[in-house]
């Protein structure tokens, strides 16, 4: 079982950088593929990013490639969220997620494991 704590987020206006993080306990942190999703008001919690157990390959939506950048520190079980270039549309409660095995998905049912969230707010 992993416990996963984020933090990081805050408000900003538009076109600046914030990078989120998410810290995990346990010390299986690098068999887990690791995700970042987002729920906006009113909205439902959509996928952003996705990175595998070793950190070779990532995986954005469309809404944040080449904007936001997914890495990750084993040796410090943590997973960040890079975000560039920020929108007011970017506004959300930011979660990172986790599951067990290798296999890159953006389905949310497929997480075993959730954050409490960190509140991510982009003024005009």
């Known amino acids: 079982q992993v416990q996963l704590v984020e933090s990081g987020g805050g408000l900003v206006q538009a076109g600046e950088s914030l990078r989120v993080s998410c810290a995990a306990s346990?010390?299986?942190?690098?068999?887990?593929?690791m995700a970042w999703f987002r729920q906006a008001p009113g909205k439902e919690r959509e996928f952003v990013a996705v990175i595998t157990r070793t950190g070779d390959y990532t995986y954005y939506s469309d809404s944040v490639k080449g904007r936001f950048t997914i890495s990750r520190d084993n040796a410090k079980n943590t997973v960040y969220l890079q975000m560039n270039s920020l929108k007011p549309e970017d506004t959300a409660v930011y979660y990172c997620?986790?599951?067990?095995?290798?296999?890159?998905?953006?389905?949310?049912?497929?997480?075993?494991?959730w954050g409490q969230g960190t509140q991510v707010t982009v003024s005009s």
């Open positions: 997620a986790a599951r067990s095995g290798r296999s890159i998905v953006t389905s949310q049912r497929n997480y075993d494991y």
């Open positions: 346990g010390r299986t942190f690098s068999s887990y593929v």
